[in-house]
């Protein structure tokens, strides 16, 4: 098999430790792998020449890409690529239209509470003079406020006060995510990797001292946890209402049970992989195989039959 991963990282970074872990998984598998750059496809929309270029060249068919998008800013322009792709009928996942719910919290939420999955009561307000009664709602401070597009923590503030809360929402956006501070877990959250409908890793992450949040690249530690049955309900669930082939799902732990916080559309899994023994890359390139498998008996082969 090719198997193609396709990164969104800048072209003067190195490729992702994650990356360079699913290339080395698919080669012990006995397939070939590249990763593409995203910055170097051209879309050409002219009836006649290839839609998508690689380097100047005709994008090479690959049996099946696996999609990385690190995107934090023109989430839809970014994904743009992923859907030509789509259209082009090339096989992949996860797709543009679920990296779409993921990118924005707002959206999130909402699908996640349609689905009857436990979450922090949130509020999402648009003026200032809803700021007391949605506080009131959420339990009183501290809150978090959350920027709808962010990740690796950066975004989530936690508020202690109203004249804090006052002073920090500008209102120099749209709307604004308050969400209920979930005291009891204490800095702690659990990251459960899901693919194809199976947990297939997890672990506690404890946010370093001082710190609320728990994302690793602000100095959370993973270590070895034992989810409930309830706790990998929830993930499942979640990862499915956002129709993700693979999600890293963060759970906390509540007085009242497990409530998620956010689903990622591409969790990184360097800790994951280091404090388990689960093996996240082989596990991706494994069902990167089965999804093409599939793909190709549905379309009988053919790289249009999308
Ligand atoms: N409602 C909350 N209560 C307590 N801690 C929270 C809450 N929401 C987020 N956090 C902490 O902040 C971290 C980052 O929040 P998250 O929503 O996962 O955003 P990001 O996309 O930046 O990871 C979480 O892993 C958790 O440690
Ligand atoms: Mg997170």
Excluded: C
């Amino acid at each position: 098999m090719k198997i193609g991963i396709l990164s969104f990282r800048s072209s003067n970074n190195h490729a992702s430790k994650e990356e360079i872990r699913i290339k080395k998984e698919a080669k012990l598998a006995g397939h070939t792998s590249r990763i593409f750059r995203a910055s170097r496809f051209q879309m050409v929309y002219d009836q006649h020449s290839p839609w998508l270029l690689y380097d100047g060249k005709p994008f090479p068919k690959y049996d099946v890409v696996i999609t990385r998008p690190s995107v934090l800013k023109n989430v839809d322009l970014h994904v743009a690529l992923i859907e030509q792709m789509e259209l082009m009928g090339v096989p992949l996942f996860n797709d543009y239209h679920s990296i779409l719910k993921t990118k924005n919290k707002i959206k999130t939420m909402q699908i996640l509470d349609h689905a009857a999955i436990p979450i922090p009561k949130t509020v999402v307000i648009r003026r200032p003079e809803d700021i007391k009664q949605a506080v009131k709602s959420l339990g009183g401070f501290p809150v978090i406020v959350k920027h709808p597009v962010g990740s690796f923590g950066s975004g989530v503030i936690i508020v202690e006060s109203m004249r804090g809360l006052q002073s920090y929402l500008l209102w120099d956006k749209p709307m604004y995510l308050l969400q209920e501070y979930v005291k009891y877990s204490k800095g702690k959250d659990i990251r459960i990797f899901v693919i194809n409908g199976q947990v297939v890793g997890s672990m506690m992450r404890s946010a370093k001292k001082g710190e609320f949040r728990s994302n690793i690249e602000l100095g959370g530690k993973g270590s070895v946890v034992d989810i409930t049955p309830e706790e990998a309900n929830i993930a499942l669930r979640s990862v499915q209402a956002l129709d993700l082939k693979y999600g890293g799902v963060d759970v906390m732990r509540s007085k009242a049970g497990p409530v998620v916080l956010e689903v990622n559309s591409n969790p990184g899994f360097k800790e994951l992989e280091g404090v388990s023994d689960s093996n996240i890359a082989g596990a991706l390139v494994e069902y990167a195989v089965e999804y093409a498998e599939r793909r190709t008996q549905v379309n009988g082969g053919s790289l249009n039959g999308v």
